[in-house]
């Protein structure tokens, strides 16, 4: 049982450029999150799924895009990645039951730098 | 505008000493809270989530209190490994939706030989 995987662990890309980041879990949890953590900042939501084929904005979604075509992947793309996307991404996911809990479980982390 | 507001530390405590921290929030509608830990460079993981009764799990302690709008979580006899970020979360939605989650900046605490 692996949990919450993301790839890549780190990335480095130049202005511009674009790429897609990939959660996957396997505890057949229904909701899936993306983060952002900035040194000074607490975690921010860029986008969230309540289920596979849905998705939503969360509080900062702007220059981000997502998809969850299967239950258990959840991927972030960035189209034109900015060096103020620098930062370190965090997958998340959570089982629907208990629905005021939303207990998330994590994934390791993608360092992201765009210089 | 939603907040969870900590005081960002660091604790210094000596090993085996108690030490406590609150979290604030704003949202007095809000359902749901917890403590996460982040250790340098990992991923938060959840520690306990706190309920309106208050709840212990070995040496920690979270309490709630609704009517002053804090949680709080105490660390008993203190270990080297306790060393690490605690992160307060609120489920701040008025329907405890999934986008409600709003993380606190995190407390450093780091524990002493």
């Known amino acids: 049982n692996a949990g919450v995987t993301q790839t890549p662990k780190f990335r480095v890309l130049k202005t511009g450029q674009s790429m897609t980041l990939l959660c996957a879990q396997d505890m057949n949890h229904e909701y899936m999150y993306w983060y952002r953590q900035d040194p000074g900042m607490g975690l921010r939501l860029i986008h969230y799924s309540v289920g596979e084929g849905t998705t939503a904005k969360g509080e900062v979604p702007d220059g981000y895009n997502v998809s969850r075509l299967k239950k258990q992947n959840f991927l972030l793309g960035l189209e034109s990645a900015a060096p103020s996307q620098t930062s370190v991404y965090f997958c998340?996911?959570?089982?629907?039951?208990?629905?005021?809990?939303?207990?998330?479980?994590f994934g390791p982390g993608t360092r992201l730098t765009v210089t | 505008r939603k907040e969870v507001e900590q005081d960002p530390g660091p604790f210094n405590v000596p090993e085996g000493a108690t030490v406590a921290f609150n979290c604030t929030y704003s949202n007095s509608a809000s359902q749901s809270f917890f403590w996460y830990r982040q250790d340098c460079r990992k991923e938060p993981k959840l520690l306990m989530s706190v309920y309106s009764s208050g709840n212990e799990d070995g040496r920690f302690t979270a309490q709630l209190n609704r009517a002053s709008q804090y949680i709080s979580l105490l660390i008993r006899d203190s270990k080297l490994s306790d060393s690490a970020t605690y992160l307060c979360?609120?489920?701040?939605?008025?329907?405890?939706?999934?986008?409600?989650?709003?993380f606190g900046k995190g407390t450093h605490l780091i524990i002493q030989p």
């Open positions: 998340a996911s959570s089982p629907s039951t208990s629905v005021i809990r939303y207990e998330q479980y």
């Open positions: 979360v609120v489920n701040m939605s008025p329907g405890g939706g999934a986008d409600g989650l709003t």
